[in-house]
């Protein structure tokens, strides 16, 4: 069964840092594309990051871009999102999921694999 699992969420004062991470099993990172997503209340999710299964392609949403950084440990087969001058709008629940119907980074909906979140509190 595939299953991934997000951890190292928490309470930060705005300016301070955060690395989340995600652990997959059942199934090989690297043989699929990563995306981390956040969702703020009331809000939609968004994609916050992105790689492809080779590591070729990083995306990153406008607002993270020079303050988050998306690193893979093939290994322990987990990835993470280093967050660094944290902002009280980076306030979310932040997931992670994965597709198989490419090895592309795609749209929200063609993501079939969901961890459950870990909350990222940024207190101003």
């Known amino acids: 069964q595939l299953q991934l699992v997000e951890s190292g969420g928490g309470l930060v004062q705005a300016g301070g840092s955060l690395r989340l991470s995600c652990a997959a099993y059942?199934?090989?990172?690297?043989?699929?594309?990563i995306a981390w997503f956040r969702q703020a209340p009331g809000k939609e999710r968004e994609m916050v990051s992105c790689i492809s299964s080779t590591g070729e392609t990083t995306n990153y949403l406008d607002s993270v871009k020079g303050r988050f950084t998306y690193s893979r440990d093939n290994v322990k087969n987990t990835v993470y999102l280093q967050m660094t001058s944290l902002k009280p709008e980076d306030t979310a629940v932040y997931y992670c999921?994965?597709?198989?119907?490419?090895?592309?980074?795609?749209?929200?909906?063609?993501?079939?694999?969901w961890g459950r979140g870990t909350q990222v509190t940024v207190s101003s």
């Open positions: 059942g199934f090989t990172l690297n043989d699929y594309p």
């Open positions: 999921a994965s597709t198989s119907v490419s090895q592309w980074c795609v749209p929200v909906a063609l993501y079939d694999y």
